[in-house]
């Protein structure tokens, strides 16, 4: 398909790990990236993992990509109430007729941690 | 550093006025952009600059204008605002092409056309 997939909401207990999954759709795309949104702000970037890696760790993250089937996962271990938030996930891909690259974003996956 | 500044923060307008919001960023990338997030939708790039003196249309363009005189400002215009745009109006920045083309945003402005 043309857009980036990715599952409307997501509900985890304290302390639980979080798997949020998302389908992008160009194979060529270079990076990879998440993006959290917390509310009322703008969106930062969590984390990003270049095409040619499979699994990035960052402390609590990990990032998972399958590239053959065009599959992105962002894993958070021991997951937090100060972790819910919306969460993004955007590949960069050019543009047609075009050698420069922006990002395409998916629809966000609101992620809600309950006590 | 600032970063990337948004004004006005929120603003409520009736249909058929004409607005401006406004951008800034001192980090001197090259690239700027322009989304509307709404409900469900997610992220919708409106238009985008890759540079200086040259814009572009991104996924929703109609009904907004934007310019880029120089590397910091890029302002968004809707000529004559109706309901439907109605959103939140994040404006971004980005190296380009350089790196891994991080996109940085700014925290926002809320648009309520009535």
């Known amino acids: 398909g043309e857009d980036v997939e990715q599952s409307l909401f997501l509900s985890v207990r304290e302390g639980d790990s979080s798997v949020i999954n998302c389908t992008y759709t160009?194979?060529?795309?270079?990076?990879l990236y998440w993006y959290k949104q917390e509310p009322g702000a703008g969106l930062q970037l969590l984390t990003y993992?270049?095409?040619?890696?499979d699994m990035k760790q960052d402390q609590r993250l990990t990032v998972l990509l399958n590239k053959k089937d065009k599959h992105l996962s962002l894993r958070i271990a021991d997951t937090q109430t100060g972790d819910s938030a919306i969460y993004f996930c955007?590949?960069?891909?050019?543009?047609?007729?075009?050698?420069?690259?922006?990002?395409?974003f998916g629809r966000g996956t609101q992620l809600t941690v309950w006590p | 550093i600032a970063g990337i500044t948004q004004a006005p923060t929120s603003q409520i307008l009736a249909a058929g006025r004409r607005m401006t919001l406004r951008c800034t960023q001192d980090m001197r990338h090259n690239a700027m952009y322009w989304y509307r997030q709404d409900l469900g939708l997610g992220l919708r790039l409106i238009h985008y600059s890759n540079t200086a003196g040259t814009t572009g249309k991104g996924e929703v363009p109609d009904g907004y204008s934007v310019s880029r005189a120089n590397t910091d400002d890029f302002p968004l215009t809707l000529a004559s605002a109706v309901p439907s745009q109605t959103s939140v109006y994040f404006c971004?920045?980005?190296?380009?092409?350089f790196g891994g083309g991080e996109q940085f945003f700014g925290p926002g402005t809320r648009l309520t056309v009535l």
């Open positions: 160009d194979s060529s795309s270079t990076y």
């Open positions: 955007a590949e960069k891909r050019a543009d047609r007729g075009s050698t420069l690259g922006r990002l395409y």
């Open positions: 971004a920045s980005s190296d380009g092409d």
């Open positions: 993992i270049f095409s040619n890696m």
